[in-house]
């Protein structure tokens, strides 16, 4: 139809799959894993213009960064921590970086003015910026341009104390079969999305039945509840 914006799909002829080294361990059988997220301090649940108007917002204010900062120096050595969307990670990559070294930190850093919305993912030493791979239709209004890297970290090995493999997914990445299809043959065993969407029972429906089909573990974390 005239006038309307079309969600863009990821064509997995184009796409490059990234193979990183898992630094993701279990201590004593289990993955110490902490969720972290603000508060927005407004009613975001059900009110997608609220949700709009946060995610194009490129300010980052001294203010959001000293905030992010503190909830970042909450996060513990060999664990995975989740960050729900905060606008002061944008500032933090430095901080990001060097958390990496011993620990895995993950968070929606959302549009950050080069056209695209990332995720960081800072694991193993390294910051990886994972742009978002399918966009919505409020992307494609907004002018954002779909990421090229399925980013899957791997475990060369399938022994019991082996390193986790896992992936991220940027909110509306999840939504698609492509994707979906590519983690199945390589059987990660962790999904961790990180959205700000407030289809929010949607996500959940996907990640119960996604812990069945593709006998995995998924975390949510959804700044919209």
Not at 32 to 42: N, P
Request: with cysteine; proline share 4%; aromatic share 6%.
């Amino acid at each position: 139809m005239n006038g309307t914006v079309e969600a863009t799909k990821p064509d997995p002829s184009v796409l490059d799959l990234v193979l990183p080294e898992s630094h993701l361990k279990l201590t004593n059988g289990t993955l110490e894993l902490r969720l972290v997220q603000a508060s927005s301090g407004r009613t975001l649940v059900g009110t997608r213009l609220e949700i709009q108007n946060a995610a194009i917002d490129g300010k980052c204010n001294p203010y959001e960064v000293k905030d992010c900062r503190e909830l970042l120096s909450s996060t513990t050595p060999n664990s995975l921590t989740v960050v729900s969307y905060h606008p002061g990670l944008r500032g933090c990559e430095a901080e990001l970086r060097e958390l990496a070294k011993d620990r895995t930190v993950v968070g929606l850093g959302g549009n950050v003015g080069n056209g695209t919305n990332i995720a960081y993912v800072a694991t193993g030493g390294i910051l990886h910026q994972k742009a978002k791979l399918s966009l919505s239709t409020e992307d494609r209004s907004f002018g954002l341009v779909p990421g090229k890297e399925l980013l899957i970290f791997d475990s060369a090995s399938d022994e019991p104390n082996s390193p986790v493999k896992w992936t991220v997914f940027n909110c509306h990445d999840y939504t698609h079969v492509d994707l979906i299809k590519v983690i199945q043959t390589i059987q990660v065993e962790l999904i961790v999305l990180v959205t700000y969407n407030t289809a929010t029972r949607l996500f959940w429906e996907y990640a119960t039945a996604d812990m069945h089909r593709l006998f995995c573990y998924v975390v949510v974390v959804n700044v919209a509840e």
